[in-house]
């Protein structure tokens, strides 16, 4: 699974957290509601990146092009799960979970 760049993967989780594959617009309305103030042409990059990289498919219907995540968000979290264990923790898995739970607890929820 070929890694992501921030932007890109914004551009993807609010893909794979949409109950219907979204157009152009809908993703840019998306990314923006989290503070981008980003033009079309720059979702469409990511989203090209995005389908070149395989995290998505693209398809034509009427004028638009609609976008579904081709590797499931499931199995992007458990990637980055063990990424970050292994970077971060050393493979430390108690540490980690320790670390997690002290975060939840200190920052809450949404930290």
Same mark, same amino acid.
């Given at each position: 699974m070929e890694r992501l760049s921030v932007c890109e993967e914004e551009v993807y989780l609010? $893909?794979?957290?949409m109950s219907e594959p979204p157009a152009l617009e809908d993703v840019r309305s998306a990314v923006n509601r989290l503070g981008?103030?980003?033009k079309p042409q720059t979702v469409s990059t990511f989203l090209n990146r995005l389908v070149k990289k395989r995290y998505l498919s693209m398809w034509?219907? =009427? #004028?638009y092009y609609y976008y579904k995540?081709? $590797?499931?968000?499931?199995d992007y979290q458990a990637a980055e799960c063990t990424r970050m264990l292994n #970077? $971060?923790?050393k493979g430390d898995r108690q540490r980690m979970q320790s670390?997690?739970?002290a975060a939840t607890n200190k920052y =809450?929820?949404?930290?």
């Open positions: 609010e $893909i794979c957290w981008h103030e980003w034509k219907k =009427g #004028r995540p081709e $590797i499931y968000l499931e #970077r $971060i923790f670390c997690l739970i =809450g929820k949404n930290g």
